[in-house]
């Protein structure tokens, strides 16, 4: 699989580089392709096992403590691993004008696989079509989910981007953005695919798919040279189950809500970032959260559920100018349980048992023109107790786990 998959690339890159070349000479201003990406050479070491993905190179949050019949603690042992997987490749792509836009598109790839079993396989990252009018744009394909601002992203050497305090997924989306001079308003309808929700039949695209309604989401930015800021909201549904043990019809959903707001403040020579969230159900962006069964029918095993909230914020303050780069990232999340009682033995979701996350992690990077070196360290601690019947975990004690990565970079 992985021979054919290089195999087709090679043709891919050899396909569209001649056809590019044929086109701008002919047109050069309507059509054309260029390439980007870069080579990271990435390791990582932790003081103990994680929640992670990936394998352990997306670390989320340490594992609890886990006495064997000795005491001893068999998730502190420690990791190490490197990685090249996270190696990218990006095509971008101009194209004549169509319906009075600009045309543009994008198709970038990795190789970590779609999951654990494909690591150092060719996988899609972004493939959209932007189609720009003077005051508005319409994004089609698959991109960051709204709550992942490309003006926000976290200004991390960890391949997590800051989750789980921020959020880290991709979509296959329609967007439209409308701008009113330094204000855009931007409405989401998406889907779910590599990033999914968590239910009875573990982790799937179904739940919301069986929904028969996307995931929808409104954004309002601000944005000058020196400030951007926003809010907005999330609405999704899913369909845990289309059937119950005792072979009845399951007429069965959950609808979530979430919301964010963000500021940036950018000056000569620093980025200040600070983003807030709250809402249930969060699993599939790779944040804390989850919902659990509250009622269940006797008879016909139909059930009703309910979301368990949590609060997640994060801020970074990163130098943007000179060969030397400190930053320093600092996130919070706190577990805010359900409105109803949930049954502790249906509940699906991450960090059920934790009271809350924080995470501080320096870093600095050496920079010389399209190499970079970066060394980062990060302390996350999760407070794992006892939920009560809401789903809170009032009283938690800390457990910590040390990571130090390291990376070289090449940019092209």
Request: charged share 20%; aromatic share 14%.
């Amino acid at each position: 699989m992985k021979k054919i998959t290089t195999l087709f690339l090679l043709l891919f890159l050899t396909l569209v580089t001649s056809t590019s070349l044929s086109a701008q000479e002919t047109n050069p201003s309507k059509f054309g392709i260029t390439f980007s990406g870069f080579i990271n050479a990435y390791f990582i070491a932790d003081s103990r096992q994680s929640w992670n993905s990936r394998e352990v190179s997306v670390m989320l949050y340490p594992k609890n403590i886990l006495r064997d019949p000795n005491g001893k603690d068999i998730n502190g042992i420690p990791v190490f691993d490197q990685y090249a997987m996270y190696s990218r490749l990006t095509a971008s792509f101009t194209a004549p004008d169509a319906f009075g836009a600009k045309i543009s598109g994008v198709i970038e790839s990795d190789f970590t696989g779609s999951s654990n079993n494909g690591l150092d396989e060719l996988r899609l990252r972004h493939a959209y079509i932007k189609l720009n009018w003077p005051h508005s744009e319409l994004l089609a394909g698959q991109y960051w989910h709204p709550f992942e601002v490309s003006e926000m992203l976290p200004d991390v050497i960890a391949v997590n981007t800051g989750a789980p305090f921020h959020a880290h997924a991709r979509y296959p989306q329609i967007r439209y953005t409308q701008n009113f001079g330094k204000i855009n308003l931007v409405a989401v309808a998406l889907s779910q695919r590599d990033n999914s929700d968590c239910g009875p039949n573990d982790v799937s695209p179904n739940y919301m798919m069986n929904s028969a309604i996307p995931g929808l989401d409104m954004q309002l930015q601000y944005k000058t040279d020196v400030l951007f800021c926003g809010f907005g909201g999330d609405f999704k549904r899913i369909v845990p189950r289309t059937s119950t043990s005792k072979g009845y019809k399951a007429d069965e959903s959950l609808n979530s809500f979430s919301g964010i707001a963000f500021l940036q403040i950018k000056t000569p020579n620093y980025f200040y970032r600070f983003q807030g969230l709250y809402g249930g159900n969060l699993y599939d962006r790779c944040l804390p959260g989850g919902y659990g069964v509250t009622t269940i029918d006797p008879i016909t095993d139909h059930r009703e559920y309910a979301n368990i909230n949590y609060l997640t914020f994060w801020g970074q303050i990163s130098k943007s100018t000179g060969r030397i780069q400190p930053a320093l990232f600092i996130g919070f999340a706190k577990n805010e349980g359900s409105n109803k009682n949930i049954d502790p033995t249906n509940t699906y979701g991450r960090a059920l048992d934790v009271a809350y996350l924080y995470r501080i992690s320096p870093q600095i990077r050496f920079i010389s023109n399209k190499v970079c070196f970066g060394v980062e360290t990060e302390y996350t601690a999760a407070a794992y107790g006892k939920p009560n019947a809401k789903y809170k975990v009032i009283n938690g004690n800390d457990v910590g786990l040390f990571r130090l990565t390291g990376s070289i970079r090449y940019s092209f």
